[in-house]
């Protein structure tokens, strides 16, 4: 677990300070910030960078409801707004 600490440390997404001979770990970097890196790494690597394939995946693999279908959807519809201007 230290080697992985030492690493997110190194990279940037933790921290540590010292407290004695205790050193206490912390995030360095926000949750929505690591999420980004994480999702862009995920898709580089497993999806060929294609966000598309990404949410192909995504979407047939999930039982998806009604609401969450409809919730996707306008969100698509808001991106193609933006894309547009």
Request: proline letters at 0%.
């Amino acid at each position: 677990m230290l080697t992985v600490l030492r690493i997110l440390e190194s990279k940037g997404y933790a921290g540590h300070t010292e407290e004695g001979r205790v050193h206490r770990y912390f995030a360095a970097v926000g949750q929505q910030t690591a999420r980004k890196s994480a999702l862009r790494h995920v898709t580089g690597k497993l999806f060929e960078g294609s966000s598309e394939l990404l949410m192909t995946h995504l979407v047939s693999d999930q039982n998806l409801s009604a609401g969450q279908v409809q919730r996707l959807r306008k969100l698509l519809q808001a991106q193609r707004g933006r894309s547009r201007r």
